[in-house]
């Protein structure tokens, strides 16, 4: 099985670690390829830089598709363009927010959120109520600084982490935790070994749910509201990205 | 008073007719200067196109603020891009779904949404669900025939709205009627004089709820979720769109 | 246009309060008749004065149809009446908490509300619920002073409503304040510019919403629920109360 | 011990039909006395004629207290002046919508409500809402005549009422009928032998919840919200309506 | 009227303690015989324990139908195998937790639960969700000490029970507490006594509502999902648990 | 790795099926054991079913955990024991309708289930709303034969549900279906190719589920609410169930 997991902003030293993540969480016989848009913001912190990133992780939909990748995962904490990446692909695309949601509701009765900043976390609160998972998200909490101070070895942003996680088990009556960025992935496994509850970090969530669904031939629907989107013109610089294929 | 009412598609035709709207519906004083982005889908109908298309809101955004306009609407019933242009906008902005299902509940207890094809409900759901509008809403129906059909003087397009408003207003329990699409702008004075009861049209009711608005001095808040977006660089084709002023 | 701003207390102080807060947001052209009741409580602070205060609101709308105002707003922030009054009146009837609730969700992903007394928040709670914004409503804050203090130059009102919207700016994760009576609308201005958010202050709210829905023709729905109550007799003292326009 | 069961509307028969049912109802040693407003309505169908009957209602209850009634009952579906009432009273205040819907819910997994007037089923929809019996409340259905027609022999109000609540049994998945008004007070014990699922009718149900509060000496909280109202002027005719007593 | 009060732990100190409470709420003529199952946990304290308990409820559930009960009562907090109960019951079966919740909601506009161990308070949140409590809920607070110290004279739990209502009066904006334990049943007349405030515990609330709905004849209905549960064969130890009643 | 697939009824038959369906799902080195207890109901097909069942449950899971499974999956559309099961086990439990409706979200924005008697509706109807699964779940269907009709092949079970599954695409706006019982587990790859959309039977997906908690070691939360339970006497013929693990 061959799914590609699209690290939506631009750098590469994420896109790395992400893909390290995915290829360590994959079965035997799951080859994990992660790439980045060539256009496209360098970390995404704002509705702003989601509604951008949205059109990259398209493209690198699309260029999927024609790859033949089984499955797709959205490896950002915000899932930019989810149902528009569901529409344009055969097989099943999952964000890494919704997997790890979703999973962490089988293994507790209540989760928390720990983010980088703080004005992301209303971008997790709605994710949370459209994945119907806001029953089980018991607070969302940010160390409050920015993602890629995740990549750079002498920030305190993953002992801040830790500390955040430690608040949550406290306060907010939950038993598991999840991840808020995929800058994170390189946490999860000594920070669920150090608190000893489960720790849950979107990429290799979602390579499982991808390796489960493809494992059982469930594609995305093309009956209704996810079915190829209608072809027709795209004008001017975005021409490239017009559907092509009919709508069933 | 001036406002920016971005057609999110870059059909010509369909933005001649939501100018007009918004004209009409301006106070006086007030100039409603109707723009499409220069690139993008003719006409917006999945999930893909909106993605697409919030884009191309962003440019016109952008370029809004520069030219000091004083608020902005967005004029696709998906809204698309509407938090990621909060951010980036010092005004108002407001999207055409939003101000519509919101004035109804002003003026019913219940209304229906009438939209073009039937693989958009669930976006006009989804927007329901987000504006806390879920409970006014009754139903959400569709006739089935794409947008642009709205713009062929042949087509029957405007007969099957009429048609599925009055079933509406039979079985859904429902006391107004708002239109699901911005290409039905020039329907609704006609509909609600056939119907007896309000039809909400959206660009009207978003260039309405801005004018009040601005006048209220009320503009979005740079305090805490949409203030403007953290400055970084944004890579290769999407260089441009970089978020350059710096967050608060 | 000629609105009618009902306050449905009868202190006349502040109803003059009410009036300049609505002409000085009116357009021009708009005249904002503010007015009180001649029977019921001098201020509103239970469910009980609620209630009572309603017929007295309604005694209002049916004076004002007769006047031939072109709409109305009740001026309380627990808007006493609201569904009756726009089964009785002909064109829109707005509640200032309904007004200020729904305009903070188009300039914030969240707000507070900062009131009066601390036995009236439950009142707030079940309006936001009502109208669809307890998702966007992030706390309801009391200063627990009563209702009249706000009108004693004498008395640490002001300055305690300062504070606790600082309070709530720090705490709450909102980005935009609704000033939870209808005896603050005098401070929204200065609270904006000393916090640096939107402070939104149902009287003026109202105003706008009315101007935007008159403007746009759209008046209360007379299919289903809000048409003209049937026509009957009522007994005793409020003999003169009974509708007498035949229901649609 | 003694109950007063107020019927909010301002007709002796249906004062009488309901006096009937709730002294039907009450176990050995409870005396329920009904009584009506000397003013108001003479039938309740829409908000307008709830808002005025609410006074009434609490003229009642104002007097009950005086006369050291352990309880009230007011018996309308609409619940008029609810919470307004329990402000005011030392006891326990239950209205029958409540008491009827809280019922069925221990009685099976959904029911439906059958009411008279259709433009009355959104009254029932938000009071379900309010006291958290939407997820059991399957349908609200209306025979579409007016109250008054429930006392009139040569009607055929009865007859429509068996027809919906067998509708509503092979169509609403609901194991119980609510009976949507009190004028339906004298229908259920043949319509449940009839149709064979509990059919519950409010009268009787309210004065069973009271009698089972004041049985565990369990009045309305004075702590918070429902505390007595604070002592303040009422002006004009509402004069003799100020609350009097210190709010604790 | 006799009624059966199942405590569905196997502790008979604690059993006891509920008979008296369910006898001294029960009016003239109510018999309430208290047992508990031969099998099953000593205290109830997880779902675990829950769901073990759930069969000894039902031993006893069919015992009492065979022996003519008019009701039954389920008094552990948890109310375990409540649905299983109402389909092998005729009469009413009302849980504690249920009846509780229930009854609080007509004397408070919110109240807070206090309850034993920390890990039970997700049952309770679920159970309020599930009966459309979960808005009146305010919190739900714990003592964190064992069940069974409720009757251990030298313990400090009622101590602690005091000091947390009186925190959840404090903090909660509850106006009624819910004393979250069957074992409590001896604590709320000194409870409310000295908090002024009603304080709600299941098993007389509970009582209440089996007389309230016996003396109305209303009966688990029949009728849909709460119907006899089929007859068929149970293999191993549980054969004589088969349902032999026909499904109607 | 080696899953335990727990049947809750004590019908070996559909044993098999449901073995067969977890074997063919599972990956290449997962060992997926089919078991029934030794006591209990030949199906499942009521609120008093699954409380009985739901110990055989708990009984194959202690068993389980003895024998060291990985991970365990409760295959009866009712999750019987879920949260139960949880608290004793150390891996991963998941039950078939957690499973079926979590990864229908991933591939649709709604689905519709599709289950045997029309008495179990309200099982997966709460189901839904506990896993926050209701925003997904279009409507739930049953053909109203019972469940061992399925394991017959002269009944025409196969082929009703083939025709619901068939109504509700046509309906219920739905784009996937899901399965509702174990016994249909056999239907799924036939349906899926006939209807061309995705047929999601609950046991392939539990087993996937399992795998991939399993594959990223995540286990069941042993901080807070499903810690294993509290080690205390069982009393009588449960004497044996008694937890005795002490809580962490």
Do not use: W
Request: with cysteine; proline share 5%; net charge negative.
């Amino acid at each position: 099985m061959r799914i590609k997991v699209i690290n939506p902003n631009t750098t590469d030293s994420m896109t790395r670690k992400i893909g390290a993540a995915a290829q360590a969480a994959a079965r035997p016989g799951t080859v994990a390829v992660a790439v980045n848009p060539a256009r496209g913001p360098v970390s995404i912190e704002s509705h702003y830089d989601e509604a951008v990133a949205a059109v990259g992780v398209l493209d690198e939909i699309r260029r999927g598709e024609a790859e033949g990748f089984d499955g797709h995962v959205i490896a950002c904490f915000g899932d930019p363009g989810l149902l528009a990446a569901r529409e344009i692909a055969s097989g099943p695309v999952v964000g890494i927010a919704e997997a790890a949601m979703h999973l962490a509701s089988f293994v507790a009765t209540g989760f928390s959120v720990v983010t980088t900043l703080a004005r992301t976390c209303v971008i997790a609160e709605h994710l949370a109520e459209q994945y119907g998972m806001a029953r089980f998200c018991r607070n969302i909490r940010a160390i409050d600084l920015p993602v890629l101070d995740l990549d750079d070895p002498g920030s305190e942003a993953s002992r801040l982490v830790a500390a955040e996680c430690r608040r949550a088990l406290e306060r907010d009556r939950c038993g598991a935790i999840v991840l808020g960025c995929a800058g994170m992935a390189d946490l999860a496994a000594s920070l669920s070994a150090q608190l000893g509850v489960p720790v849950i970090e979107g990429v290799s969530a979602a390579v499982g749910v991808v390796e489960t669904l493809v494992g059982l031939r469930l594609a995305t629907s093309k009956h209704g509201d996810l079915a190829y989107p209608p072809a027709k013109l795209y004008r001017g610089d975005f021409h490239a990205l017009a559907p092509t294929r009919l709508a069933s």
